[in-house]
């Protein structure tokens, strides 16, 4: 059965990188020794090393370990036998470039729904959509498609961010940029704020944390949905 | 001889549409009667008629006309007759796509150096810089390449935003997203802050604007360089 938890951040503010999170990952991974973690979106540009070891610290409080995909001779034998998956945030394009490039962006998708445990945070949540295409980072790569593994049936904006009352900026805010997306695009896109993130069990895919999200339709007004609401329809 | 402009933004706070520009704008198409606009960036999803409609009423208190490529049948043609270019902002992955589909990426740059003036704001400032991964937009369409322009030997950055110290948001900063840029390549960028601009007049490249930039170098701090700076060498 499906088992997954889809972040928009890894890390709340004042708190430890992945505190907030950890009575999840303890139940989440329960049937798990190890977990597969995929460092590939290496934010701020750390080593594959540096960032497993960030993470081995964080999963240690849930008393779980953690080994980086980068340590395996054969990335998708590391997928097909892990016990539980963590993929960690940073740079999507990256990700989603190193996923391609080591074959194993489908078998993620058969290991999931075939009942291996999925965490990801930002990035490792954006990629669990139709397509990257609503992803807030930089294109530092080219990567040979913009097409996800689809988890679920729409597309997911991490660290959504509300449009500032007060800001004298006048680059897009995030809001105008999902209206550009549905320009062109037609899947749903839910603004996942930090705090907040998807639950997948089985078939059924819910809205948890404290706070709501904001879900932009095309050719619709955006609005907001509370925690607990229920998103198995939603395409 | 060359002659740009290649401004961070179209638009200040508590000002019109490309206001702060006008005297720049009636300096630079000085020999021109009708300038093209490039509208492909549709900034919000706006259509090309009303951007184009938009961008004449500004550019009519400098005295000027635009025409809209869309309403020519050769955009090739419309870009080598040009007595003047100007790319308007708005998603800088839908510009690269529809400049490549049109296939006048190259000949931009072409009659550029020959002695076109053009004038380029936000995304249109960044298909000047040798790739458009250093943009802030989302990637709504998948262009066949990020390689753009390359008027100036280095990246631009638009819209340049300080990290704000009290933001409890823990998405990534701009200054982070460049650092991650520069994990994997290797030329300069310069963040231009809302108000700056760039100016080419023949082989010279200037900051210009009443703020600093910050510049950006692999394997180097940051720091800020004035407004009157000689980037002719920057590479």
């Given at each position: 059965m499906t088992k997954a938890i889809l972040a928009s951040t890894s890390t709340l503010h004042n708190?430890?990188?992945?505190e907030y999170l950890i009575p999840h990952i303890k139940e989440l991974y329960k049937n798990a020794e190890e977990v597969l973690f995929?460092?590939?979106?290496r934010p701020g540009g750390i080593s594959l090393d540096e960032y497993t070891a960030k993470a081995n610290e964080a999963f240690a409080k849930a008393g779980l370990k953690l080994k980086g995909i980068?340590?395996?001779?054969d990335p998708a034998k590391a997928v097909e036998n892990a016990e539980g998956i963590f993929t960690g945030g940073g740079n999507t394009f990256l990700l989603v470039s190193e996923l391609y490039r080591n074959k194993i962006m489908n078998l993620i998708k058969t290991v999931v729904l075939d009942g291996t445990p999925y965490m990801g945070t930002s990035a490792g949540t954006n990629i669990?959509?139709?397509?990257?295409?609503?992803?807030?980072?930089?294109?530092i790569i080219y990567p040979?498609?913009?097409?996800?593994?689809?988890?679920?049936p729409f597309n997911i904006n991490p660290h959504y961010l509300d449009p500032d009352p007060?800001?004298?900026?006048k680059g897009e805010t995030r809001e105008t940029r999902i209206k550009e997306f549905h320009g062109l695009n037609s899947q749903p896109v839910i603004g996942l704020r930090e705090g907040s993130w998807i639950e997948l069990v089985g078939n059924k895919i819910t809205l948890k944390g404290n706070l709501p999200a904001r879900l932009f339709e095309k050719d619709k007004l955006p609005y907001e949905i509370e925690s607990g609401t229920d998103l198995t329809d939603l395409n």
């Open positions: 708190q430890d990188y992945l995929i460092p590939y979106a980068h340590e395996f001779r669990t959509g139709l397509t990257m295409q609503t992803t807030n980072d930089m294109p040979p498609s913009f097409k996800t593994i689809g988890l679920v007060n800001s004298e900026h």
